[in-house]
């Protein structure tokens, strides 16, 4: 019997009143915790958890035992944050993968082509947009340990918190997580990750939202100085995304030359009844030259002739140029 409390499906959110975890509701639902023990553990399990974290933003790691008692102790992850409504003080947790997710069955095997290929050892930008709670960071996760598992070589992941534990070795790769904070922004946290990468490997930095000039800009130039960066972007569309990108390095052509000649590849993802739904827009490492020139232009909405014709391929199950 697997180590846990109950299924993935019985238990992805916990909220209740700050110090009333009797009053809890999980989801899916909102159902109460009403007389099942193992559920009541849990929440007060949170509850006491909570209590050593003074911040509104936090990561729980709650130890549980198996159904039976008599199984090993398994350890579930949660982000957790305090909200204020006119009830009082919420407390609400999101449970998150233990383990990033195997990629193979994960996306469409032209989009599992795409990330895992080995022209992207020479480094560039890979973005992940869409809505919240899409499922782009579990991508770009899978991506990462796929990568390293693959070809070896140093990941640093940098986000606010850390969604999926990845720390420690994947074949003979190694990821290191870092935790973004005011002390340690993300800009700096980039900074940082550059002058630890070993020579002569592989070198990929997993990033979470990036909101401020500075972090936008030391990522592009990671991306043009041979490290793959993964990031996410909540945005609505591909063209969407790199309006965003280009303010965020703060316009001209400066931003829209830097973008043209570190993006690989775009992705707009969302969920339907939990499966990852992609539009793709790869930027081939030969033959590529339009997509660039139309992007250096800041002619995003000439695209949409490539975005269709990638999706056509996709569709039909066929190889997306890399």
Same mark, same amino acid.
């Given at each position: 019997?697997a180590?846990s409390y109950?299924?993935?499906e019985?238990?992805t959110?916990?909220?209740?009143?700050e110090?009333?975890?009797?009053r809890?509701?999980?989801?899916?639902?909102?159902?109460?915790?009403?007389a099942?023990?193992?559920?009541?553990?849990?929440?007060?399990g949170?509850? =006491?958890?909570?209590?050593?974290h003074?911040?509104? @933003?936090?990561?729980?790691?709650?130890?549980v035992?198996?159904?039976?008692?008599?199984?090993?102790?398994?350890?579930?992850?949660f982000?957790? =944050?305090?909200?204020?409504t006119?009830?009082?003080?919420l407390?609400? @947790?999101?449970?998150l993968?233990?383990?990033?997710?195997?990629?193979?069955?994960?996306?469409p095997?032209p989009?599992?082509?795409?990330?895992?290929?080995?022209?992207?050892?020479k480094?560039?930008?890979?973005?992940?947009?869409?809505g919240?709670?899409?499922?782009?960071?579990?991508?770009?996760? $899978?991506t990462?340990? $796929?990568?390293?598992?693959?070809f070896?070589g140093?990941?640093?992941a940098? /986000?606010? %918190?850390?969604?999926? %534990?990845?720390?420690?070795?994947?074949?003979?790769g190694l990821?290191?997580q870092? /935790?973004v904070?005011?002390?340690c %922004?993300l800009?700096?946290?980039?900074?940082?990750?550059m002058r630890?990468?070993?020579?002569?490997?592989?070198?990929l930095?997993?990033?979470g939202?990036?909101?401020?000039r500075?972090?936008?800009?030391?990522?592009?130039?990671?991306a043009?100085?041979?490290?793959?960066?993964c990031?996410?972007?909540?945005?609505s569309?591909?063209?969407e995304?790199?309006?965003?990108?280009?303010?965020?390095?703060?316009?001209?052509?400066?931003?829209?030359?830097?973008l043209?000649?570190?993006?690989?590849a775009? @992705?707009?993802?969302?969920?339907?009844?939990?499966?990852?739904k992609?539009?793709?827009?790869?930027?081939?490492?030969?033959?590529? /030259?339009?997509?660039?020139?139309?992007?250096?232009?800041g002619? @995003?909405?000439?695209l949409?002739?490539?975005?269709q014709? =990638?999706?056509?391929?996709l569709? =039909?199950d066929?190889?997306?140029?890399?």
């Amino acid at each position: 019997m697997a180590a846990s409390y109950a299924s993935d499906e019985e238990v992805t959110d916990v909220y209740f009143p700050e110090g009333q975890p009797l009053r809890a509701l999980l989801y899916p639902g909102p159902r109460p915790v009403g007389a099942d023990q193992r559920l009541a553990a849990l929440v007060a399990g949170l509850d =006491q958890a909570s209590k050593a974290h003074a911040g509104n @933003f936090f990561t729980i790691r709650l130890k549980v035992p198996s159904v039976d008692g008599a199984g090993p102790v398994a350890t579930w992850l949660f982000r957790a =944050q305090r909200a204020t409504t006119v009830g009082g003080r919420l407390l609400i @947790f999101r449970r998150l993968a233990a383990a990033p997710p195997p990629l193979e069955g994960l996306l469409p095997k032209p989009i599992t082509h795409v990330l895992t290929h080995a022209s992207l050892c020479k480094g560039g930008m890979l973005v992940v947009c869409g809505g919240p709670g899409q499922g782009k960071t579990t991508t770009l996760a $899978a991506t990462v340990a $796929a990568r390293l598992r693959a070809f070896g070589g140093l990941c640093v992941a940098a /986000e606010d %918190p850390p969604e999926i %534990p990845l720390e420690g070795m994947h074949g003979d790769g190694l990821c290191l997580q870092m /935790e973004v904070s005011a002390e340690c %922004p993300l800009d700096q946290a980039i900074h940082t990750a550059m002058r630890l990468f070993p020579v002569g490997v592989p070198s990929l930095i997993l990033l979470g939202e990036v909101r401020s000039r500075k972090a936008a800009d030391e990522a592009l130039c990671a991306a043009l100085n041979g490290t793959l960066v993964c990031m996410t972007l909540h945005a609505s569309s591909q063209v969407e995304a790199l309006h965003r990108i280009v303010g965020l390095v703060g316009g001209g052509d400066h931003a829209h030359n830097m973008l043209a000649a570190s993006l690989r590849a775009i @992705f707009h993802q969302r969920l339907v009844n939990r499966e990852a739904k992609i539009q793709p827009l790869v930027i081939p490492e030969k033959g590529g /030259e339009t997509i660039r020139g139309n992007i250096r232009n800041g002619r @995003f909405e000439l695209l949409s002739s490539d975005l269709q014709q =990638q999706q056509r391929m996709l569709d =039909q199950d066929k190889p997306l140029p890399v």
